[in-house]
């Protein structure tokens, strides 16, 4: 058998393992993903009738349109640190070190977590879309090329936040550390455009939330959706992206090849 061969057998099984894992444990998923949903709703009837004057007026039904993109890459933030706590508890409970004596492709194992994460993290992103819908979010305006490229980035940034999670999941010596760690992928985005536009913060924040890997994304998502002016915003999420894998994949396996804890 070949590498290649070997490497995406043994990654298959890791996934299948992650994914029966997270069916047999549903309650953080369930727990992760109600945060951006009762945002959503908070935002949405409560403050929305009040936020929706920092965007034009147009009553919460623009304030809907406005920040179901924000919310979508937030529920990304929020998945990805069940990614975070389940490697960090392999890692506490010797699962990982009992891997490195096994004959499988070292590989395997990251890649196992990393698949599941991103998969769980646009399965949720689906769940959180069709809320927003319930409620009122329309894109009339958007072509399939535009869907494509809307889903496209989903995914590259579920991608990228899960490889900084596993990251953090390794190098946190439990499972609730990992999970404090993982935080400010949770956080970041209350700072960012998500909720309020840029130009309405005080000046001396605006930069701190315009440079931040959030708001590109989500001004980008914003415009293929909604038709909005994207600018410069496309390419500083596609920078911010592979930034971000090219980090938390160097910082993976780096505490990978560690000897366990």
Not at 84 to 110: P, Q
Not at 141 to 164: H, K, P, Q, R
Not at 218 to 247: D, F, M, P, Q
């Amino acid at each position: 058998m070949s590498s290649l061969s070997l490497a995406l057998r043994d990654s298959s099984t890791m996934l299948r393992r992650n994914l029966l894992h997270a069916r047999r444990y549903p309650s953080l998923t369930l727990n992760l993903l109600m945060t951006p949903v009762m945002l959503l709703l908070l935002f949405v009837y409560i403050f929305g009738g009040a936020m929706s004057g920092g965007i034009g007026g147009g009553g919460r039904d623009e304030y809907i349109a406005y920040i179901v993109p924000g919310i979508l890459l937030m529920t990304i933030g929020s998945t990805v640190v069940g990614a975070a706590v389940s490697v960090s508890t392999d890692m506490s409970e010797g699962i990982i070190a009992r891997f490195r004596t096994m004959a499988i492709h070292r590989s395997s194992v990251l890649i196992g977590h990393v698949v599941g994460s991103v998969l769980q993290s646009i399965a949720s992103v689906v769940l959180v879309g069709i809320v927003g819908v319930a409620i009122g979010f329309r894109s009339t305006d958007a072509s399939v090329l535009e869907w494509l490229a809307a889903f496209g980035l989903i995914a590259l940034y579920a991608l990228a936040l899960t490889w900084i999670a596993i990251g953090m999941g390794m190098a946190s010596p439990n499972a609730e550390a990992a999970s404090n760690s993982a935080m400010p992928l949770i956080l970041l985005p209350l700072i960012s455009s998500a909720f309020t536009p840029i130009d309405s913060m005080p000046g001396w924040f605006q930069p701190i939330a315009e440079y931040q890997p959030f708001t590109p994304a989500i001004e980008t998502l914003r415009g293929l959706l909604l038709g909005t002016e994207i600018g410069n915003n496309g390419w500083l999420a596609l920078g911010w992206s592979i930034a971000l894998i090219a980090l938390g994949y160097r910082w993976s396996t780096a505490q990978f090849k560690r000897d366990p804890k």
